[in-house]
């Protein structure tokens, strides 16, 4: 098939750091080249991928200070893919909903993958306006609350199954990893490493609109001597950082629609330990690759049961369920449907 992936503009494809949505997309992009299929990328210009690689921007908006509009720019790119649509057989959006009305207007078929949280007010009067366009969700719990739109599928993500593994380590702390903002809750994990007495490595970065709660919750607790806070990190240092955890921690407060921390743990063959908000209890199998908790209270008592679990059948339920071939031999299904559905149906013959 000639497929269309597009990206945001705002990090590049892989990401250099943080960026759960461009990394999948990226992981995508390289198994569905691998596995024989035409795709064309649009992304960013710093972008790197096997597929042709159409520029949409020099360099990714999070790294251009000169970019003070970035949905100028989205528009943009969209309009362009526009008007090269009939050279696709399908054209596969990691955009939100912003492709919907424009892709709506042209006949070569076109899914997008919905990345976010779906939960908030103003989504419900988007998807009843365009109940008709195709949307895969990427857990059960992040459609749930519109159960009116069209989803065609929900497909969980998958990272390569050699990106990242288990590494020779005695585990001797709990691990954060990702970002820290209100709805991950740093400050939660920060607690219950104190509770449990063990120490906590922390990596994860700061993005200036969560820099109030770095300041005021987070930086407070970092004083203490068993909290080490590392940073960003990226792929090339996560094995590492994970296989010496106990467990890696994900005390989220907010609907998490996937959460690629605790596949990349599971990679490793790190338990985790997680709140059961959004996707946690579809991803997480609660007493075989990690426990699903409610509280901190729940946290702490997981954390001293985690050595009751086995590594190598973590390591073995993420190559079962979580590997970037099983994501894009799923896509690919999703695809062929779209594609002969288009293929059926009738079109106006005028003359």
Sequence with gaps: MRIAQIAP?????????????????????????????????????????????????????????????????????????????????LMHFHTDYYAFSLM???????????????????HQP??????????????????????????VATIPHGLPVNLLRPRPARPSYLAFLGRVSPEKRLDNAIRIARRCGIPIKIAAKIDRADFDYFSEVVRPLLDAPDVEF?????????????????????????????????????????PVVAFNRGSVA??????????????????????RKVEQLSRKIIRMKFEERFTSRRMAMDYISVYRKLVE???????????
Excluded at 16 to 36: N, P
Aim: proline content about 7%; aromatic content about 8%.
């Design 9 to 89: 503009l705002t990090e590049a494809v892989p990401p250099m750091l943080y960026g759960g949505t461009e990394r999948v997309i990226s992981w995508l992009t390289e198994d569905l080249v691998a596995l024989g299929h035409d795709v064309t990328l649009f992304a960013s210009g710093d972008s790197v991928t096997d597929a042709r690689l159409e520029p949409m921007w020099p360099r990714a908006l999070r790294l251009d200070g000169a970019v003070r509009d970035p949905n100028a720019l989205h528009m943009m790119m969209l309009e362009k893919i526009f008007r090269r649509a009939d050279e696709f057989d």
């Design 104 to 122: 709506s207007q042209q006949r070569t078929p076109f899914v997008t993958t919905m990345h976010g949280r779906l939960d908030l007010p103003e």
């Design 126 to 151: 988007v998807f009843e306006t365009f109940s008709s366009v195709p949307v895969i969700s990427i857990s059960k719990s992040q459609l749930r609350p519109l159960p009116g739109a069209n989803w």
């Design 230 to 270: 590392i940073g960003e990190i990226g792929d090339d240092r996560k094995a590492e950082f994970l296989s010496g955890a106990t467990a890696l921690l994900v005390p989220i407060d907010w609907p998490e629609p996937f959460g690629l921390v605790m596949i990349e743990a599971m990679a490793c063959g790190v």
């Design 282 to 303: 579809e991803i997480i199998e609660d007493g075989v690759t990690g426990f699903v908790v409610e509280d901190e209270t729940g946290a702490v008592e997981a954390v």
């Design 341 to 351: 559905s288009a293929r059926e149906r009738p079109r106006l013959v005028v003359g």
